[in-house]
């Protein structure tokens, strides 16, 4: 009887390696920062905006406090009448207070008051 070679099968090149395991690692990269945005960062202070309509014939200031206390006014924008005001990146978990006063009134002298807070969605006060 003859005697038969043996030839061992390849199953792989070492040619094949490197370039298989850089492949590899770009996907299992690319997938794990798939799920990653910036909404996911704990960090990241979400926003809501605040539209004003002034449905009456005056022109008002409008005073904000940040806080509960609603003690601490600061003046922060203006409405005129028959228009809308849209007061931008408030912060969601935060409650304000806002009022209205005539233009050049103080503070205390306000003839509209509001308290609102959002969990990010607009929110709008409409004062008649």
């Excluded at 960062?41 to 409008?62: E, F, H, Q, R």
């Excluded at 006063?101 to 969990?119: M, W």
Aim: glycine share 6%; with cysteine.
């Amino acid at each position: 009887m003859g005697e038969t070679m043996f030839k061992p099968e390849k199953r792989f090149s070492p040619r094949l390696c490197l370039p298989l395991l850089l492949i590899s690692l770009l996907l299992i990269s690319l997938l794990s920062m798939a799920g990653c945005s910036d909404d996911d960062d704990p960090t990241s202070v979400l926003k809501w905006d605040l539209t004003i309509t002034n449905n009456t014939a005056v022109t008002y200031d409008i005073w904000q406090d940040a806080g509960m206390a609603g003690t601490e006014f600061t003046l922060v924008d203006q409405v005129n009448p028959v228009s809308s005001r849209v007061l931008a990146n408030r912060t969601v978990g935060v409650t304000y207070t806002y009022r209205l006063a005539l233009a050049g009134e103080a503070v205390g002298q306000y003839e509209h008051e509001t308290v609102i807070s959002s969990d990010g969605e607009n929110k709008s006060w409409i004062v008649p």
